[in-house]
């Protein structure tokens, strides 16, 4: 057991990210066939706002030694901290942001540190800081195209980014560098006044007038913003996860069933809804609102006069993203390989329970899938079925009443949680997916069942039915290979569509078993006659669905009438 644990701590990378209203320390696994996800082993955080520390009554004045101590004390605990994890000396970082660059006394609070810890404060640039704070952003989702805003307590940053195959592009001009971060704009806000004040219109015009030109100085490409999909923004910094979590308090889907920022969706009108906002944290019958601090409630009025001056100065949106990727993931991004970061998030979290015939079983798999139409999109892309087949025989060892409630609970809570940079649309799919490969709606407890339907609701439009429709197949297979492994071809699957007398089409499937059959097993049948049911209407999701023809070795199978 120790020498396992050995094995594993040569990959633990310790890093503290010593930003304006806070301090993070983390431990982080970067073994190589989980890294893309970056696997946290340790996370704390010191509620010391060195920002806040370096006011008195209005005025600027170096860092208290009462704060210093502070500071040097949960230092001292995370050395601690990673000498019982094993982490490797050389692999130990403190990373010091905007408060730390910016304070009187900064060399001395750097040489105190160094002193008492050993550690050297590495103090970011202003524009290395931004392009970190980018490189969070790209780890955050599987592909970013998109301008990106990091909101810190004392300063703000933007640029665009791309990433592909591993590959990141960002403004030639890098990362342009804002003073407005939330606790900055609190500062300037208080002092300007009332809205309706000389002092405040002038405040919000300074402001305008510094995004645009920023906006002006990165120059985003024409690909950006003559894309199909329209601009997104991609959004990470406490203030903005702070607005990010009131407004998945506010979503339609109540409770919002993915407890988790990163991976958060939302329309821009909403995004720019700051009356919403405001008004969901000042009614006084208003409950506390998952992760947001009162600190962070505090902030939301200088966060919504941000929002309300981005939405003068930016380019036309179509969509807003929220992102968990700071300082943590951006450094470690940064030096991460090309093709671990092209990795698809939920294939790398799915890959520790990978069947030993995984390639094969998502051929087979995607042979169940008809042809998508001309211009029409594939309706499962290759990464999601692979992370689905990966996942297909994870909760196998528990008992029956539990695995169809385990898989759906698996992106959110469970064994697929930490898989770092999926999207809510993607782990809500893999999440149905699982839950339908051992029996969907029908097999789970009541207590689930309500969290099921939260969960459907974040599908892509017209995918409900047929994540139905590939779990009841995968769970024919399953029953097919039971151990994942392909020793001899035993099935083959073909489908296509015909159209029924009346006009409407149908999906035929056809399963060949290899061998003749002249009855199949119990367990075999009741999976085979699921496929057929998905195809009768009152199995259909919300009236939508596809008759379904099944046939076995060619001969109908358990088709009723649809």
Same mark, same amino acid.
């Given at each position: 057991?120790?020498?396992?644990?050995?094995?594993?701590?040569?990959?633990?990378?310790?890093?503290?990210?010593?930003?304006?209203? /806070?301090?993070?320390?983390?431990?982080?696994?970067?073994?190589?066939?989980?890294?893309? *996800?970056?696997?946290?082993?340790?996370?704390?955080?010191?509620?010391?706002?060195?920002?806040?520390?370096?006011?008195?009554?209005? !005025?600027?004045?170096?860092?208290?030694?009462?704060? $210093?101590?502070?500071?040097?004390? &949960?230092?001292?605990?995370?050395? &601690?901290?990673?000498?019982?994890?094993?982490?490797?000396?050389?692999?130990? !970082?403190?990373?010091?942001?905007?408060?730390?660059?910016?304070?009187?006394?900064?060399?001395?609070?750097?040489?105190?540190?160094?002193?008492?810890?050993?550690?050297?404060?590495?103090?970011?640039?202003?524009?290395?800081?931004?392009?970190?704070?980018?490189?969070?952003?790209?780890?955050?989702?599987?592909?970013?195209?998109?301008? %990106?805003?990091?909101? /810190?307590?004392?300063?703000?940053?933007?640029?665009?980014?791309?990433?592909?195959?591993?590959?990141?592009?960002?403004?030639?001009?890098?990362?342009?560098? =804002?003073?407005?971060?939330?606790?900055?704009?609190?500062? !300037?806000?208080?002092?300007?006044?009332?809205?309706?004040?000389?002092?405040?219109?002038?405040?919000?015009?300074?402001?305008?007038?510094? =995004?645009?030109?920023?906006?002006?100085?990165?120059?985003?490409?024409?690909? =950006?913003?003559?894309?199909?999909?329209?601009?997104?923004?991609?959004?990470? @910094?406490? @203030?903005?996860?702070?607005?990010?979590?009131?407004?998945?308090?506010?979503?339609?889907?109540?409770?919002?069933?993915?407890?988790?920022?990163? /991976?958060?969706?939302?329309?821009?009108?909403?995004? %720019?809804?700051? %009356?919403?906002?405001?008004?969901?944290?000042?009614?006084?019958?208003?409950?506390?609102?998952?992760?947001?601090?009162?600190?962070?409630?505090?902030?939301?009025?200088?966060?919504?006069?941000?929002?309300?001056?981005?939405?003068?100065?930016?380019?036309?949106?179509?969509?807003?993203?929220? #992102?968990?990727? @700071?300082?943590?993931?951006?450094?470690?991004?940064?030096?991460?390989?090309?093709?671990?970061?092209?990795?698809?998030?939920?294939?790398?979290?799915?890959?520790?329970?990978?069947?030993?015939?995984?390639?094969?079983?998502?051929? =087979?798999?995607?042979?169940?899938?008809?042809?998508?139409?001309?211009?029409?999109?594939?309706?499962?892309?290759?990464?999601?079925?692979?992370?689905?087949?990966?996942?297909?025989?994870?909760?196998?060892?528990?008992?029956?009443?539990?695995?169809?409630?385990?898989?759906?609970?698996?992106?959110?809570?469970?064994?697929?949680?930490?898989?770092?940079?999926?999207?809510?649309?993607? !782990?809500?799919?893999?999440?149905?997916?699982? #839950?339908?490969?051992?029996?969907?709606?029908?097999? *789970?407890?009541?207590?689930?069942?309500?969290?099921?339907?939260?969960?459907? #609701?974040?599908?892509?439009?017209?995918?409900?039915?047929?994540?139905?429709?590939?779990?009841?197949?995968?769970?024919?297979?399953?029953?097919?290979?039971?151990?994942?492994? *392909?020793?001899?071809?035993?099935?083959?699957?073909?489908?296509?569509?015909?159209?029924?007398?009346?006009?409407?089409?149908?999906? #035929?499937?056809?399963?060949?078993?290899?061998?003749? *059959?002249?009855?199949?097993?119990?367990?075999?049948?009741?999976?085979?006659?699921? $496929?057929?049911?998905?195809?009768?209407?009152?199995?259909?999701?919300?009236?939508?669905?596809?008759?379904?023809?099944?046939?076995?070795?060619?001969?109908?199978?358990?088709?009723?009438?649809?």
């Amino acid at each position: 057991m120790a020498k396992r644990h050995e094995e594993r701590s040569q990959f633990y990378h310790g890093l503290v990210d010593m930003g304006s209203n /806070g301090i993070r320390f983390s431990i982080t696994d970067l073994s190589p066939a989980t890294q893309r *996800i970056l696997p946290t082993v340790y996370l704390d955080r010191a509620a010391i706002s060195l920002y806040d520390a370096q006011y008195e009554d209005g !005025r600027a004045v170096p860092i208290p030694e009462h704060t $210093v101590k502070q500071v040097v004390k &949960s230092l001292l605990r995370f050395k &601690s901290t990673c000498e019982d994890f094993g982490v490797p000396d050389n692999q130990v !970082r403190i990373v010091a942001t905007e408060a730390t660059r910016k304070a009187m006394n900064s060399e001395a609070y750097r040489a105190a540190i160094k002193e008492a810890t050993g550690w050297t404060v590495e103090l970011l640039p202003k524009e290395m800081e931004g392009k970190i704070g980018a490189l969070g952003v790209a780890s955050s989702y599987e592909n970013v195209r998109g301008l %990106m805003m990091d909101l /810190g307590g004392g300063s703000t940053q933007l640029t665009w980014i791309i990433t592909e195959k591993g590959d990141i592009r960002m403004s030639p001009a890098g990362s342009v560098s =804002l003073p407005y971060g939330a606790a900055a704009l609190m500062q !300037r806000l208080e002092a300007a006044g009332k809205k309706k004040s000389k002092e405040y219109q002038a405040f919000a015009k300074e402001v305008v007038g510094d =995004l645009k030109a920023a906006v002006q100085s990165i120059d985003i490409p024409e690909e =950006l913003l003559r894309s199909r999909d329209g601009l997104h923004l991609y959004l990470s @910094g406490g @203030g903005f996860r702070g607005w990010g979590f009131v407004l998945m308090s506010e979503h339609s889907i109540k409770p919002y069933p993915i407890p988790i920022i990163n /991976g958060f969706r939302t329309t821009t009108d909403t995004f %720019m809804d700051t %009356m919403s906002v405001k008004a969901a944290v000042s009614q006084d019958d208003t409950p506390e609102i998952f992760r947001v601090s009162a600190r962070r409630a505090s902030q939301v009025p200088a966060v919504a006069f941000l929002v309300e001056c981005l939405a003068q100065a930016l380019p036309t949106l179509t969509s807003v993203y929220f #992102c968990q990727g @700071g300082v943590r993931e951006g450094m470690h991004f940064a030096e991460m390989k090309p093709e671990y970061r092209a990795e698809s998030p939920l294939v790398t979290a799915t890959g520790p329970y990978a069947p030993p015939s995984m390639q094969q079983l998502v051929d =087979l798999l995607f042979s169940a899938l008809p042809d998508a139409t001309p211009g029409q999109k594939p309706f499962f892309n290759r990464p999601l079925v692979t992370a689905f087949i990966q996942g297909v025989f994870a909760h196998m060892a528990q008992v029956k009443d539990l695995r169809g409630g385990s898989a759906l609970r698996s992106t959110t809570t469970g064994i697929f949680s930490t898989a770092h940079g999926a999207s809510h649309e993607d !782990r809500a799919l893999l999440a149905i997916l699982l #839950c339908e490969r051992y029996g969907g709606y029908g097999s *789970i407890s009541p207590t689930e069942q309500d969290f099921y339907k939260r969960m459907l #609701c974040l599908l892509p439009e017209g995918m409900e039915w047929w994540c139905m429709y590939l779990g009841r197949v995968a769970a024919v297979i399953a029953a097919v290979y039971p151990a994942g492994t *392909i020793r001899e071809p035993r099935v083959a699957i073909k489908t296509q569509w015909t159209v029924t007398k009346k006009g409407n089409e149908k999906l #035929c499937i056809d399963f060949n078993f290899r061998k003749e *059959i002249d009855e199949l097993d119990e367990g075999l049948d009741a999976a085979l006659l699921k $496929v057929s049911k998905a195809g009768k209407k009152k199995n259909w999701v919300h009236g939508e669905g596809y008759k379904v023809a099944l046939t076995v070795n060619g001969h109908e199978y358990g088709n009723d009438e649809n």
